[in-house]
Structure formats: C-alpha cells, structure tokens
C-alpha cells in the first residue's frame, strides 16, 4: 500500500492532520529539511581528519589534542541531531521557523492555515481531510484503482487550495469600506460559490467512504461466512453420538462400584436410601443452618446499602468532574476561535451549556468565567467552569445537600489569524 496522503503532525498549536501536495517526494523532502545539520557534520569530520593527519606526519605541541576532542564531539553532536530531524521531518512542525511551513500550501495543508474561513466551512474541510484518510488507509483499498485513489487525493488537495486562495477576499470584505464598492455583490458570490463547491466535494468524498466501508463490511461477512463453514465442515457428528453414550454409561458404572463398596464396609444407607421420617428430621435440621444464616445477613444488608452508596457517590463525584473538566475544555477552545471578548464570552458560556446538558448534567447554578487577555494572537483565552450538583439523593451518607466543581483550561489563540490595521490610509 503506498503513503497516506494524510499524516497527523506535532505543531505549536497541537496536533493537527496534513493533506500533503500531490506528487511530493517525501524522501527528497526530508533531505531538504536536514542538509543544514549534514554540511555541519561533514564539515566537522573534515576538520577532524586534517587534525588527525597533522598529527601524523608532525609532531606537534598538546594544545591538538584539545582540538581533536572538539573536533570529534562536533561531530557527534551535528550527526545526532541530523539522524533526528530525518526521521521526524513529517510529522514534528513544533520548532520555529520550520522550513516546510514557510508559505502555506507549498508542501502541504493543515486546519491551521484556514484561519479566515467561516466555522461551518472549516468543519468540512476538516471532514474532506479526514475522509481522504480512511479511505487510503482501508485495509481493503488495495481492491480500488490506484487512479482511482490519486483522483481522490487530487480533488481534496484542489478543493482545499482554492479555498485558501479566498482568503484575502475574505478579509477584505471584512472592511466596512468594501460595502460602497461596485464588485461587492460579485465577490460573495464568488465566496458563496466556492463554499458550495466545498460541500458538493464533502458529499462526493462521504459518499466513497461509506463504499469502501460498505465493502470493507460485505468482505468481513464473507470471511466470517467462511470460516462457519470451514468450522461445520470439520465437526465430526459421530464423536456426538459416542460421547453421549459414554456419559449415560459413567453414572451406571459408578453407582454399581460404590454400592458394592458402601457393602463391603458396612458404611449404611445413602441419602436416598433412608426412610421419609430420617429424611424429615435431617431437612429440619439443615432448615434451622438456614434460619441463622438469614439472621446475620438481616444484620449485614443496612451496611452493605452504606457501603454500596458510598460507592456510588465516589463515581458519581469523580465522573462529575470529569465531565466539568471536559466541559471547560470544549468551552475555551470555542472562545479562542471567536473575534472579540464579547464574542468569547457568550461563546463559552453557550458551548458549557450545551456541553453539560449533552452529558446529562443538571446544575444548580452554573457559571462560567471567560479571561480573553484581549485576544492577542500567540495569547491564551482561560475559561473557569462551575457547576454546583445536586447530591440530595444521598442523604442516608450525611453528605451536604450540593457539591460545587470548578475547572478551568487555557486554549491558545491562533498566532496567524488576520488582523485589519490602517497605516498612512492604506490598509494593511
């Protein structure tokens, strides 16, 4: 099976999925990312093996030896990380300046780059990126075409450069200014058209997936099918029928040889062999066993109710915060991507409410604090979750009557994310 057009890289930001260039040489693009560390290793060897001839042929004063040493440990801390960087050149993007991120979309594309596109456009971005991922990683793709596959790669890749290519447009209908201009009208259209070219290649990209699953499904079916009858095939029907007639046969044997013993050793009468009055006094006495054993578990069931609500308020406190702790998260991470403190404010606020009551969290009182630091890009937005739960159903343990969780989570601001300034009546 060939690359995944599709990785998960490491970035300042986070983790985030990459669409890489149709046709890139990975390899080569490694080589790119280390030559810089190589020609230091190369370098450095050259100047320890002329230190090293010089040491040869001459005889020369201790201070070479020191520039020996410096030499080789040179050399070994320039190869190291040159090893390093070869190997994690897809995948680790978290140092600056990164030298395949220099101009979005050069090599590849990430959520990160889509920094002016509208929330419900960026959701679908992220929904083609992660489409193409499944169906190149199917373990049944190896039955499609392989042009098949490429078109799918293109079309996601074409699909999401121009998208990007909007985005200068997009800022600048955020100016005020562009409401008197002539070419307004024509230019959200033009966005208009190329956000339902987005949806359409969702929907035809959805569409392939849901066949290659389907496909994935019937193949299952029909090993599994295989199996079954490989399974049937093998069962030996005859061994069944022998197998009963053995286990029919072994209590018979058994009863005739303990019988003959029980006579040989004068050891009495089974169970079963004794009268209805012996039987009676026996059952009497083993129903009195009972009646105490029911008296002690009498005495054990309030502590066990105690004990098994003490459990209960133990899950209950520790999924309740987690949940809090989920809630905070999904909280700040809606804030950061908002334009305004007080559109942060009101989104975290809107995303906990909705985040508790999808996990089935009813709260007393909720609040939700929001601190922006002005959104500055590179900042962090900090949002403080507080739910106050009901522990009312518990009141058996002497447990207050509510409990208040608090979590709070930081979600950086995307450093990129366009700005609008005025410098000398030119926008900027």
């Excluded at 093996?49 to 005889?59: D, E, F, I, N, R």
């Excluded at 309740?320 to 989104?347: E, F, G, W, Y």
């Excluded at 409410?353 to 604090?369: D, E, K, P, Y």
Aim: glycine share 4%; with cysteine; aromatic share 6%.
């Amino acid at each position: 099976m060939s690359q995944s057009p599709v990785t998960e890289g490491e970035f300042p930001t986070g983790p985030e999925l990459m669409l890489w260039r149709p046709g890139l040489n990975r390899s080569r693009l490694r080589w790119r990312v280390v030559w810089w560390p190589v020609l230091r290793t190369l370098i450095a060897a050259a100047l320890a093996g002329a230190v090293l001839v010089a040491l040869v042929t001459h005889v020369l004063p201790p201070e070479f030896w020191l520039m020996v040493f410096v030499s080789v440990m040179l050399t070994g801390a320039s190869a190291v990380p040159a090893v390093v960087d070869y190997r994690c050149a897809e995948y680790d993007h978290q140092h600056r300046p990164c030298s395949l991120e220099r101009r979005s979309g050069e090599f590849f594309y990430r959520m990160g780059d889509f920094y002016e596109v509208p929330g419900f456009t960026l959701d679908c971005v992220r929904r083609i990126v992660a489409a193409v991922r499944r169906v190149h990683l199917s373990p049944d793709a190896t039955w499609l075409n392989p042009q098949q596959l490429h078109d799918i790669h293109q079309m996601a890749w074409d699909t999401l450069h121009m998208l990007y290519r909007t985005q200068v447009l997009r800022v600048a209908l955020a100016d005020p200014r562009c409401v008197q201009f002539d070419e307004v009208a024509r230019a959200r259209l033009h966005l208009a058209k190329v956000d339902d070219v987005v949806e359409r290649v969702l929907t035809s990209l959805l569409q392939a997936e849901l066949l290659v699953t389907s496909w994935e499904r019937k193949l299952d079916d029909a090993d599994l099918q295989g199996q079954l009858r490989e399974e049937l095939n093998r069962a030996t029907w005859e061994t069944i029928a022998t197998t009963l007639h053995q286990a029919d046969a072994v209590p018979e044997g058994i009863f005739a040889y303990v019988t003959a013993a029980r006579d040989l050793t004068n050891a009495g009468p089974f169970d079963w062999e004794l009268s209805p009055k012996r039987i009676a006094m026996r059952r009497s006495a083993r129903r009195e066993e009972r009646g105490s054993v029911a008296a002690e578990l009498t005495l054990l069931t309030p502590l066990l109710i105690l004990l098994l609500l003490l459990v209960v308020l133990c899950g209950r406190m520790v999924d309740t915060k987690l949940r809090i702790n989920d809630v905070a998260h999904q909280a700040a991470r809606a804030a950061s991507l908002t334009r305004t403190p007080s559109q942060a404010a009101a989104a975290a606020q809107s995303t906990a409410a909705a985040a508790l009551a999808s996990a089935g969290i009813t709260c007393r009182h909720l609040g939700v604090a929001t601190d922006t630091n002005g959104l500055r890009p590179g900042s962090t937005i900090t949002v403080t979750v507080s739910c106050s739960v009901g522990l009312d159903d518990l009141t058996m343990l002497d447990v207050p009557g509510s409990r208040t969780f608090q979590s709070s989570f930081s979600s950086p601001v995307d450093a990129w994310r366009g700005t609008t300034t005025l410098v000398q009546g030119q926008t900027r």
